[in-house]
């Protein structure tokens, strides 16, 4: 008979956005002449700039022609595109990062999961609460986790907490931790780190033996020049750090779907007898067998991304999400709420009014303000009691938003 995998039993009911979007048609069926404002999965809003979309066309049109029509592509990506990267996003700010250790993928989401892949089950996994769901979910996915508890913990997990009293800043944790995920920006609670507490993290890597796979989708969204952009500015970090990036919320790529992965050469794990093998070939022999790489026109619209216009594009965009956690973050705040991120993030995390549980909070405001945010409890226990907003949505959207529900308070 067929088995299946009995560790996707252990996984609660659905994962956290497909039971908003069930909560939200159910309302919204019920109740057609609402008007609904969804300002909960981070879905950006503002088109591809005109570069890109230019880059696009232009790629396209020599699908249709013999002589430069492309078939199959690099499962690692086009040279065109990894040098770019490299350039522009590491060796133009001094950080070195060759791109041969760049892999063009299809999303973050993608290859935060598919990472643990060439990762034993034996590894102990630490991971923030509150956190990126899909971390703590592929974990259990992949093996390395007992049952949930009571309180939502999985066993084997090591679970940090982020909370108001230490800064939503995770304590170094108190048992070994192999694998480390790390998101900054911070998804869902929009703080940032330091340098000189990302190289705590470093340090720790390197002592333990760990390896920190480093969620940076949110980048480009830093504006304070003392804030890093990436963990490879940290001395040290290219022997014990992986980094993930995306095009998605930076320009707007998330139905067209593109991000990439570095896994440095110098990045190395063990197996059972303590020898060292580099991580890399690990990562590009999964991705030769089970990945047949992003679309060349997709890849030639990133790299036009790149480029002096494109940049200036994607920056006015950016500067347009940051622009509406501003006034999120101040509407909220004037409204008495106490309120984290909005500055160097695109996500507003909020604390419930009257001790409101997150769902009940997140019903009272899709009923009475018709407004759609994710429930903290949804990233964990300890982002119980909070709520987050997502700055990707139009102006007029965001203003009439934090005005209905700044309303019922």
Not at 12 to 18: M, S, V
Not at 205 to 226: G, M, Q, R
Not at 269 to 298: C, I, M
Request: a neutral charge.
């Amino acid at each position: 008979m067929a088995l299946i995998n009995e560790n996707y039993l252990k996984l609660k009911a659905g994962y956290l956005f497909p039971e908003i979007g069930r909560r939200v048609n159910e309302f919204a069926d019920a109740n057609p002449q609402k008007k609904i404002i969804r300002m909960g999965i981070g879905d950006v809003t503002q088109p591809l700039v005109k570069t890109v979309l230019k880059a696009f066309h232009n790629a396209v049109d020599e699908m249709g022609s013999a002589s430069t029509f492309k078939g199959y592509g690099p499962e690692q990506g086009y040279a065109f595109l990894r040098e770019a990267i490299a350039k522009n996003d590491y060796n133009n700010r001094g950080i070195n990062v060759s791109a041969d250790d760049i892999f063009i993928s299809d999303g973050s989401k993608c290859d935060t999961g598919n990472i643990q892949e060439i990762f034993g089950f034996d590894n102990k996994v630490a991971i923030c609460d509150p956190v990126y769901p899909v971390y703590a979910d592929t974990t259990v996915m992949s093996g390395k986790t007992g049952v949930c508890d009571e309180k939502g913990y999985f066993k084997n997990i090591i679970y940090m907490p982020c909370t108001d009293e230490n800064g939503f800043v995770p304590e170094l944790p108190s048992v070994k931790a192999d694998l480390i995920f790390l998101c900054y920006p911070n998804n869902p609670t929009g703080t940032v780190a330091t340098k000189e507490e990302l190289k705590r993290w470093v340090d720790y890597a390197i002592a333990n033996k760990s390896i920190i796979l480093f969620d940076a989708a949110y980048e480009a969204f830093v504006t304070d020049p003392t804030i890093p952009r990436s963990i490879y500015e940290i001395d040290g970090a290219e022997k014990v750090a992986i980094e993930f990036r995306s095009f998605s919320k930076t320009a707007g790529f998330t139905g067209t779907r593109c991000a990439f992965t570095v896994v440095p050469s110098t990045l190395v794990a063990y197996d059972e007898g303590g020898k060292a093998h580099p991580v890399k070939p690990l990562w590009n022999r999964r991705q030769s067998t089970k990945f047949n790489g992003v679309s060349y026109p997709v890849q030639k619209a990133a790299e036009a991304i790149y480029s002096e216009e494109g940049k200036k594009e994607v920056k006015a965009v950016v500067d347009y999400y940051l622009q509406n956690a501003s006034i999120m973050k101040q509407k909220l705040s004037d409204a008495g709420f106490k309120v984290f991120g909005g500055v160097n993030a695109p996500y507003v995390w909020v604390k419930t009014k009257n001790n409101m549980s997150s769902w009940d909070f997140f019903d009272l405001l899709l009923r009475e303000a018709g407004v759609v945010g994710t429930p903290g409890s949804g990233f964990g226990p300890s982002g119980e009691g909070y709520f987050r907003f997502s700055a990707f949505a139009d102006r007029d959207s965001v203003i009439e938003a934090m005005d209905n529900v700044t309303k019922l308070f």
